[in-house]
């Protein structure tokens, strides 16, 4: 070999060495990124982000990852990870009913009783079944009152305005130890063209509340179809409608939080207690429940199936309630400062320095106050897909252009990310896994604080697509350490034969013939 080719060969060793140092370092945020946040005037100085592939031991991304930022619904990643390692995925509420006094003819002469114990999902069906079940056992007319207990959490006042001045929303109800279908009306517009109005149908019966039943129907265009509408709910015992619906909007459903959260649980029960045909002498009130067994109690569907409902859609009221929960069955009381106290300890347990200066508010994300760093939910997301419970949480979260937050998002990662979304008036972020196209599976948390936020979440849309265009193959997996080599199995010695006796004829009886003797051997 000539030593000109030497030279040549020693340089691109060099390079290469150079080009693996810098491939292994975390690169500046990509220009697509850059781009979308100059468009929107958000500085790069007010974005987060880490993309880092699991299984690998640097990141590939790697922006600002120590500054506490407001997550807004990421929070709700926290909460769920937390749940699912502490209560596990097929863990269940419970919600006890007593059939107090004597019954006669279908007739209950005392109370019902029905306790809450924070289950988020005691929608309206299963409020039904346990109504139902209340019947099958023979009581048709309550003589008495029905007694709710909601002490298993202990609450301060919830102003439903306070946080963005929009009470009749339902991501704003306040939980409750016993939430009734998230304390909230859906609405339903039906077109009647012949008729030329909408019917309006809702849905929980709540008694003692008249709602309009049909809307003027109009020939305009299907936009802001809700403001058309002109509703009024200032007054919980009448809602009205004043204006009209577009007949091109086909029927529309409308989700509104009850405009009197207190009075709620005592509407809907009595209403759809008529409505099944049985009778209420009493009233529904607050109490306490006995102290004796149930009669017979109502489970709630398991919590992999509940924090789907949660970062799917990304339900706030239901992240509270879990939230409460984690220090219900920790500390005995639901209460907001046990509940942050305990998923304090939980972080500083799991991760370390990396939980330093995390502030968990209520659980849900809709807080001015929460803070997190992109290296917490980084580190929390891969150490979640190394565990257990890797399949509940990756399968909770939305689907790129598929379903919940994301289904409306189309890019070159359809179907292949499933990411968390946040989203507050200057908050906007996404977090989860993403799978590249060269089969990579990489933890992406992304996080934008600045007034701007809403007009930058193309950046965000830009990092996925910059992480799933990705072709390079996955890394290989760590070699496992080598065993010590096998000693040979140990040999048990053998057992000592055992003689066994040769058994005696039987003895011949004195009647029978005597055995005939051998032939004697051949001779020649």
Same mark, same amino acid.
């Given at each position: 070999m000539s030593f000109a080719l030497f030279l040549r060969g020693v340089a691109a060793a060099v390079l290469l060495a150079q080009g693996a140092?810098?491939?292994?370092?975390? @690169?500046?945020?990509?220009?697509?990124v850059e781009t979308a946040l100059q468009r929107a005037g958000v500085p790069r100085e007010s974005m987060v982000a880490v993309v880092h592939e699991v299984g690998a031991s @640097?990141?590939?991304?790697?922006w600002q990852p120590q500054l506490p930022m407001n997550p807004a619904s990421l929070m709700k990643l926290l909460t769920t990870t937390a749940a699912l390692d502490l209560l596990g995925p097929a863990w269940s509420w419970t919600t006890p009913?007593?059939?107090q006094g004597t019954m006669l003819n279908g007739v209950l002469e005392g109370n019902l009783v029905i306790k809450g114990t924070g289950d988020p999902r005691f929608v309206q069906e299963r409020l039904w079944l346990l109504l139902r079940r209340v019947q099958?056992?023979?009581?048709?007319?309550?003589?008495?009152?029905?007694?709710?207990?909601?002490s298993a959490f202990n609450l301060p006042p919830h102003d439903a305005a306070e946080f963005d001045g929009e009470p009749y929303r339902p991501s704003n109800v306040g939980p409750d130890a016993l939430l009734l279908n998230y304390k909230s009306v859906l609405l339903t517009f039906t077109p009647d063209v012949?008729?030329?109005?909408?019917?309006?149908s809702s849905e929980p019966p709540l008694s003692g509340v008249r709602i309009d039943l049909s809307v003027p129907l109009s020939n305009g265009v299907c936009d802001d179809w809700r403001g058309a509408l002109r509703p009024d709910f200032t007054d919980p015992l009448r809602i009205r409608f004043l204006g009209h619906y577009a007949a091109s909007c086909a029927e529309k459903q409308w989700p509104v939080a009850y405009g009197d959260p207190k009075s709620y649980n005592a509407r809907v029960l009595a209403g759809l207690w008529r409505e099944m045909g049985g009778k209420l002498v009493g009233r529904v009130r607050d109490g306490v429940a006995p102290g004796v067994p149930p009669s017979f109690e109502l489970s709630s569907p398991p919590l992999a199936e509940v924090i789907r409902d949660i970062n799917k859609f990304s339900n706030n009221v239901m992240a509270q309630q879990l939230f409460l929960t984690l220090a219900l069955m920790q500390r005995g009381t639901g209460t907001p400062d046990q509940a942050r106290d305990m998923m304090s300890m939980w972080l500083a347990e799991r991760y370390g320095e990396d939980a330093r200066g995390a502030v968990v508010d209520n659980g849900s994300g809709l807080s001015r106050n929460g803070r997190v760093t992109a290296q917490l939910l980084s580190r929390m997301l891969r150490s979640t897909f190394a565990g257990p419970v890797m399949p509940e949480l990756m399968s909770s979260l939305p689907v790129t252009g598929i379903d919940g937050t994301m289904r409306r998002s189309r890019n070159s990662a359809t179907g292949r990310a499933h990411l968390k979304t946040g989203s507050l008036r200057d908050v906007a972020g996404m977090a989860g896994y993403v799978l590249s196209a060269g089969g990579r599976r990489y933890v992406l948390v992304a996080i934008i604080n600045h007034p701007n936020a809403a007009a930058a979440r193309p950046a965000l849309e830009a990092l996925v697509q910059w992480a799933a265009s990705d072709v390079a193959p996955p890394l290989?997996?760590?070699?496992?350490?080598?065993?010590?080599?096998e000693l040979p199995p140990a040999t048990a010695p053998e057992p000592e034969p055992v003689t066994m006796p040769t058994p005696m004829p039987p003895p011949v009886p004195a009647s029978a013939p005597l055995p005939a003797s051998p032939p004697p051997p051949e001779q020649d």
């Open positions: 140092v810098a491939s292994a370092a975390p @690169a500046p945020l990509p220009f697509e @640097a990141p590939r991304l790697s009913v007593w059939i099958q056992l023979g009581v048709r007319e309550i003589r008495g009152d029905i007694v709710l207990d909601r012949a008729r030329s109005i909408a019917i309006v290989p997996p760590v070699p496992l350490p080598e065993l010590p080599p």
